[in-house]
């Protein structure tokens, strides 16, 4: 209970106002944090899985935790879900410690793995059901819930349905709606879009911001795809268990700030060496043409394109991308990191 519910602070909606006191505005409260984690670390042996990690995630928000493969993202929402003890550190998920408090963690949260845990075996409403007596909602509660919750990842026509005819995308839809069921107050998902074609990852995340807009939940999700971290309102990035750089997708984009100018002219050759002189610019030649970088793209080409003084047969302008942000933290590419090819030169894009 907060200090002016207590002594009755004058002026506040609802409470009585004291005489010869001036009144006084309320004051909108502050998100709460939905995660908290202070230090937080996981040793195997003498490798260090997760270093030292720092996390503030508010209420109601879309957090994405975005790295390579091996970052540390699986070990992280392991020690924040209680299934993977941490080393050093502390941690408070949805107002609960995760090292002294695990039961009420657990109660408070839904977690939906990598890898499918439905029963193909089972109907879309006995996996519900199934899971609704697991965590013990009660048989009028969850009759009311099940038919609601199917309807909201829009489900309800395939309730009967054996779960191993569904799709990759109505699967991932029908464990969406299964971690819902005991009305948790963070929502886990742990590369929630893995093996699922474009279009079906687009319905998933049209689903995951109806659910933030409609239950007002929190979302933490890991993902190695940069373009998925474009939906969420905070993220951070981790690279070999450190993290590295958090804020808004726009904000740290703006780190960056060049756009790219990706430029074919009739001579390359000529063109790169006028761009030097001229504008005083660094510049990439390669098969496909040259690249700059500079802080205005679109107010930029006009001007490149009347004074370069070679014949120009196309000009693109592309802003800071996540990908150019990771490769600005850590020197490298995701596609690097996670073993990939390597895309060209002045392209961006790790787990």
Not at 272 to 290: I, K, S
Request: proline share 8%; net charge neutral.
């Amino acid at each position: 209970m907060s200090i002016s519910c207590v002594l009755g602070v004058p002026g506040v909606p609802g409470l009585p106002a004291v005489p010869g006191v001036p009144a006084v505005s309320a004051v909108p409260a502050a998100p709460e944090s939905a995660i908290c984690a202070e230090g937080l670390g996981k040793l195997y042996g003498d490798t260090e899985a997760v270093v030292g990690l720092d996390l503030d995630v508010p209420e109601g928000r879309i957090f994405g935790f975005v790295g390579p493969n091996g970052a540390g993202k699986s070990t992280t929402i392991g020690m924040l879900c209680t299934l993977v003890r941490p080393t050093l550190g502390r941690a408070r998920v949805a107002g609960c410690d995760v090292g002294t408090q695990p039961d009420e963690v657990r109660r408070r949260i839904g977690l939906i793995f990598q890898e499918s845990t439905l029963d193909v075996d089972l109907t879309a409403e006995e996996n519900m059901r199934f899971q609704a007596d697991l965590f013990g909602v009660p048989r009028r509660r969850s009759r009311v819930l099940i038919p609601e919750l199917l309807e909201l990842v829009d489900l309800a026509q395939r309730r009967d349905s054996p779960v191993r005819t569904l799709s990759g995308g109505m699967r991932r839809r029908l464990e969406i709606a299964r971690g819902l069921l005991h009305a948790p107050r963070v929502l886990f998902l742990d590369e929630p879009t893995t093996g699922l074609d474009p279009q079906t990852r687009a319905a998933v995340w049209e689903h995951l911001h109806r659910l933030r807009r409609e239950q007002g939940i929190t979302v933490f999700l890991t993902t190695h795809h940069l373009e998925e971290a474009e939906h969420c309102d905070l993220m951070a990035i981790i690279d070999a268990g450190e993290l590295v750089a958090e804020g808004t997708p726009a904000g740290l984009k703006a780190v960056v700030g060049a756009d790219l100018v990706t430029l074919h002219t009739g001579d390359d050759a000529r063109a790169a060496r006028a761009v030097r002189e001229r504008f005083g610019l660094a510049v990439q030649t390669h098969e496909r043409g040259l690249r700059l970088k500079v802080a205005d793209g679109a107010a930029f080409v006009p001007r490149l394109c009347a004074e370069l003084g070679v014949p120009v047969r196309s000009v693109r302008v592309t802003p800071p991308s996540l990908d150019d942000v990771f490769l600005h933290y850590t020197g490298r590419t995701i596609r690097e990191a996670d073993g990939g090819p390597t895309p060209p030169p002045g392209l961006g894009p790790r787990r």
